[in-house]
């Protein structure tokens, strides 16, 4: 092979490598617009293993406008029944909506100190796995606040009747959407710190493992 040959092969390969370089980029452009953010698996299963309920937050200490975005982003983003995605997400960031709330729910009072809260709804009418898909957010929602550095925890409304028409009743939900959770979130005020759950015990590979 001659310089010239050589000098060529050297372009063409600089000239690939730029272009995947801009591929590349324009990815991430994608991505950040998105909102999505790549992870290493450590980081997402530190997230997954640092989740923990939190009951007590910093008074008016508010979770920032894009913070909300990245939150209702992930809990869109689970999985359901037939990809049918009967979910409803009511963001409650106002703190007459969040007090008339707390009133009417006297089962969750972190309410009164979170600065935000989302109420994870379904549509009855449009699929019957609706608690399913709704679970599934909420898990997601939980998850991405955890990885916001912010705190949270899952209060039920389904399936208890009273709870449920409180919510409806202090949201103004239509007959057809149901409240499955009530989520607030805030800054941690505490210490809280995630549970060790892992029990060998109950993981059976292949075939039941009788008790000893
Ligand atoms: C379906 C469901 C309903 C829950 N309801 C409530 C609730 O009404 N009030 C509450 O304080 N916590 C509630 N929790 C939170 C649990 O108490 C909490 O997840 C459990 O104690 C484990 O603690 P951890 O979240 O810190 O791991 C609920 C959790 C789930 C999954």
Redesign the pocket.
């Known amino acids: 092979m001659n310089s010239k040959v050589i000098f060529r092969l050297a372009c063409l390969l600089l000239l690939v490598f730029i272009a995947f370089l801009f591929y590349r980029l324009q990815q991430k452009d994608k991505e950040k617009e998105s909102g999505q953010v790549s992870a290493t698996s450590e980081e997402t299963l530190s997230v997954i293993h640092s989740?923990?309920?939190?009951?007590n937050f910093v008074p008016d200490k508010l979770v920032g406008e894009e913070d909300i975005q990245k939150i209702v982003r992930a809990g869109m983003a689970a999985p359901s029944g037939r990809d049918l995605r009967p979910w409803e997400i009511v963001v409650i960031n106002d703190r007459v909506a969040m007090d008339t709330l707390a009133a009417k729910l006297p089962?969750?009072k972190?309410l009164e100190t979170a600065t935000l809260a989302i109420v994870v709804c379904g549509d009855t009418t449009r699929s019957p796995l609706w608690v399913y898909d709704c679970?599934a957010v909420?898990?997601n929602i939980?998850l991405a606040v955890e990885s916001l550095g912010l705190g949270a925890?899952?209060?039920?409304a389904h399936p208890y009747e009273d709870?449920m028409s409180a919510v409806t009743n202090a949201v103004g939900l239509p007959a057809n959407i149901l409240p499955l959770?009530v989520i607030p979130i805030g800054y941690p005020n505490g210490d809280?710190e995630?549970?060790e759950?892992y029990d060998e015990t109950k993981v059976h590979f292949n075939k039941w493992k009788k008790a000893e």
């Open positions: 989740r923990k309920s939190v009951r089962y969750a972190m679970s909420t898990q939980l925890v899952w209060t039920a709870r959770a809280f995630p549970k759950k």
